[in-house]
């Protein structure tokens, strides 16, 4: 088997000695790109962003900003990377080395002050420069112009919306990146600045030819290991070899508890290249999604087909978090306060759960049986998701967090409902953060059942709902406001859906 290596703006490059546990960040700093820096070592601060090559949506090949902290150099094996100092020479080509078009805009409009998170925000600008399907226009993007907030944007009473340029940059692929000392008015002006790829530009001309075609990784060092299989059969035969395996995909979880809570583990197993993991299918009575694909991908595949899905993505972490996460990962940890199970369990949601000898099917709402446990066995794999078809046509998904992007939920809550003459023939609420587990709100979804969308029916339902689940005070939020704002969620559906409801 060829040895570890990963392709760094342009250059073949060892992966030993470092660790299996280590991250990229750690492994460019060691060789000296110092460009990529660590602020908070758990994916919030995007300091460390760095481009991967991957398959693309629209193009063969998509440059993906990701967090270098909490992605095991390791699972880059045979991929291709481009760091802050490699856009420098490869933005504009010529005789020397010159600013790539974004680090230009960055300096002129004053950008940077410190610089310390400048190369990241760099980083993740460049992936949305690259952008196959961005388009320059002067209409503002899709929304309403009342003042205000949704999922695409912020809007003034005049329309305008201030999260996306005239050049069709969308401003939450910044989410992750913070900035401390420069302020984000000249980052913004910088973003909003910055053109088209020239088409001489080799970043850009490399979008046309296919990414590293992923590779088996057997890497050990210092009785640790990190192994990647070429195929679902041989993974699943590895798992059933090694049931004390971490498994990993994006790595937005496990990298945080590697970083912060100094975990090791002895053998970790990569399944986020596997082509049966990544497959997006919509059939006649459902949508299959897979378990590998990214929040992003599954996104910009889904266009939006999906409304309760893409109400969930812009809420769910950030840009750079959901080009790594999968919802895979966000099931498996069996978290009771990750995102996209209350979505899920709205949209009834059933899991495939591969292993060694066949697949399962379960419902999502039978898959999670106590705080972070679920049915699936060590060695067992979610290997997709599916949606039955046809969709609720009513929906909605809050999210109560303290920050309006990029936080943790103190409470959300998804609601599917058909309403057919006035009348709610069926309901389907998921919460999360009431419970050790995501739950579904069965006594809620009976008040709703067979009686008018009526404000009265809503009142009565929202007070049902407030005792709903076992809410616990934390430093997020106490338990009355946790049932609060479960009823104050419905009320919100019910303001939120009448007009579209009653016309």
Same mark, same amino acid.
């Given at each position: 088997?060829?040895?570890?290596? $990963? ?21 460019? =700093? ?14 919030? %601060? ?11 949506? *629209?193009?063969? #090949? +998509? ?5 270098? %902290? ?17 856009? !420098? ?10 600013? *790539? ?21 760099? %980083? ?35 329309? #305008? ?19 401390? %000392? ?40 210092? @009785? ?28 937005? @979880?496990?990298? /945080? ?59 769910? !972490? ?27 369990? !709205? ?21 999670? #049986?106590?705080? =972070? ?13 599916? /949606? ?15 920050? =309006? ?13 058909? $309403? ?18 995501? $739950? ?33 005070? +934390? ?22 859906? #009448? ?5």
């Amino acid at each position: 088997m060829v040895a570890a290596r $990963i392709t760094v703006n342009g250059k073949e490059t060892p992966l030993a000695p470092a660790a299996p546990h280590t991250t990229v960040l750690d492994f460019l =700093r060691e060789r000296g790109l110092t460009g990529t820096k660590e602020g908070c070592a758990e994916g919030e %601060c995007g300091a460390c962003s760095v481009l991967v090559a991957r398959p693309g949506v *629209h193009r063969p #090949t +998509d440059w993906v900003a990701v967090n270098a %902290c909490l992605v095991p150099a390791a699972a880059l094996d045979g991929q291709e990377l481009i760091t802050s100092e490699g856009l !420098a020479t490869a933005g504009r080509p010529g005789t020397a080395p010159t600013l *790539h078009p974004v680090q230009e805009e960055m300096a002129v409009r004053g950008g940077s002050q410190c610089g310390y998170c400048t190369p990241g925000f760099v %980083c993740s600008m460049a992936a949305e420069y690259y952008r196959p399907d961005r388009r320059a226009s002067a209409e503002p993007a899709q929304g309403v112009a009342d003042g205000t907030d949704t999922a695409a944007g912020h809007r003034d009473g005049d329309g #305008t919306d201030h999260e996306h340029g005239p050049n069709g940059f969308d401003l939450h692929a910044l989410s992750g990146n913070l900035c401390r %000392c420069t302020g984000y008015r000249p980052i913004r002006d910088a973003a909003f600045a910055v053109g088209t790829p020239l088409a001489e530009d080799p970043l850009a001309r490399r979008r046309e030819q296919s990414p590293p075609a992923p590779v088996a990784t057997d890497y050990v060092r210092d @009785d640790s290991a990190f192994l990647r299989r070429n195929t679902l059969a041989e993974t699943l035969r590895l798992l059933r070899e090694r049931p004390d395996a971490v498994v990993v995909a994006g790595s937005t @979880d496990w990298g /945080v508890e590697v970083n912060i809570r100094s975990r090791r583990a002895g053998c970790v197993v990569a399944v986020d290249r596997l082509p049966e993991l990544r497959e997006l299918r919509v059939e006649s009575d459902h949508i299959e999604i897979g378990a590998a694909l990214t929040l992003t991908e599954i996104e910009r595949r889904l266009d939006g087909g999906v409304p309760l899905l893409a109400d969930l993505f812009p809420q769910f !972490a950030s840009r750079l978090i959901r080009n790594g996460a999968t919802l895979g990962g966000n099931l498996g940890t069996g978290s009771p306060i990750g995102d996209s199970p209350p979505v899920l369990l !709205a949209l009834e949601a059933s899991l495939v759960l591969a292993d060694a000898d066949g697949e399962r099917e379960v419902a999502l709402a039978d898959y999670f #049986t106590g705080y =972070r446990q679920s049915v699936r066995r060590p060695d067992e794999l979610i290997r997709a998701v599916r /949606v039955p078809l046809p969709l609720s046509p009513v929906t909605a998904f809050h999210k109560i967090a303290k920050r =309006r992007f990029d936080d943790i939920s103190s409470v959300a809550a998804a609601f599917a409902l058909d $309403i057919e003459d006035g009348i709610v023939r069926r309901a389907r609420i998921g919460l999360g953060g009431v419970a050790a587990t995501p $739950i579904r709100a069965l006594a809620t979804e009976t008040a709703l059942e067979g009686r008018p969308w009526a404000a009265e029916t809503v009142e009565a339902a929202a007070e049902v709902l407030r005792a709903e689940g076992t809410p616990m005070n +934390d430093h997020r939020a106490s338990a009355d406001y946790r049932s609060a704002m479960l009823g104050q969620s419905l009320l919100k559906t019910f303001a939120q859906t #009448t007009e579209a409801v009653s016309a």
